[in-house]
């Protein structure tokens, strides 16, 4: 499906400095000198019974892409699917209120959107941002050497899915969620002054997708430590007891033959790698000497969970590698 879209871009037009070729979080269209727009879109069907927190998780992960590309989100447009009947007014108000509160938190004004009826309910928003046509992150620019910090533990996917299927407690999805919910605006934040070579956020493709675009557009290899990569403890058990998701065996298909597992990596935790992600953090590529500065930064500003999940090396073909090094 990306190969199918990858053909009908504006490339062409000088004013696109972010198009659809390097699958990046977002679009970047230079207005002025001084001034570039950052756009993207996305929607998500419910990931807890609760509107509001499904509205404020849905919104939080449509600005995501906005803050990987070190932008400033300034509108968003509303995008509902609603079915038609059998779901109260009160429900999609509390999904509207969850978004316009996050959005208030990003500091974006709310101009507009579009509703359709839909069966299957989902919710989302368009994001425009702003960001100096020469000072974007896109997830082109890793360099060999570079340390890799992720901000938030993955797992979310198969937590979603054992919570729907009662496998799992609601304490598991609450942790998630506080996580789901949490902006990357201050991830964003802390990273600015420092050199970033490239950034994305983990989302649907999970960490092994998202890692090897950043190898593909980078033209690099990358390489993760699963001893410090963080993670929910219970995703891992679910998948060593079967759970899956309906994205995974697609997640797996899409780096098959870029990537490479070590021995000692056990079924689970490569499956771990392939699980889809919900609003996750930013992974974020900078020189040797600045990864442990950023951390500190990061873990100060209330990031507790973000670490250096690995490195990036040179390569001649787009590489990943998992491995465990202690
Ligand atoms: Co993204
Ligand atoms: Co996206
Ligand atoms: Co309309």
Known sequence: MAEILKKF??????????????????????????????????????????????????????????????????TALNLCCFPGSGIDNEVL?????????????AGAALIGGHTVKDDELKYGLSVTGIVH??????????????????????????????????????????????????LNKSACEAMLPFEVHACTDITGFGLAGHSLEVAQASQVGIIIDFASLPHYPEALELIRT??????????????????????????????????????????????????????????GQGMTQAAIIGEVFASPEPALRLVRMR
């Open 93 to 105: 108000e509390a999904i509207l209120r969850g978004g316009l509160d996050k959005l208030k938190e």
């Open 242 to 299: 079967g759970a899956t998701t309906r994205m995974t065996p697609l997640n797996r298909q899409l780096v098959a033959g870029f990537f490479k597992c070590a021995a000692e990596i056990r079924p689970e935790e490569e499956s771990l790698c392939y699980d889809p992600q919900t609003s996750g953090g930013l992974l974020i590529s900078v020189p040797q000497s600045q990864g442990k500065p950023l951390l500190e930064e990061l873990h």
């Open 133 to 182: 046509p020469t000072k974007y992150i896109a997830n082109s620019g890793a360099r060999p050497g570079d340390r890799l910090i992720l901000t938030k533990p993955i797992g979310t996917g198969v937590i979603i899915g054992g919570v729907r299927s009662g496998k799992l407690s609601k304490e598991v999805l609450d942790r998630a969620i506080e996580d789901m919910v949490r």
């Open 9 to 74: 871009s504006s490339e062409t037009d000088p004013n696109v400095l972010v198009g659809l070729k390097t699958s990046d979080d977002a679009g970047v269209f230079k207005l002025t000198e001084e001034i570039a727009l950052v756009q993207t879109v996305d929607f998500i069907t419910p990931i807890s019974d609760d509107p509001y927190i499904f509205g404020q998780v849905a919104a939080a992960n449509s600005l995501s892409d906005i803050y990987a590309m070190g932008g400033r989100p300034i």
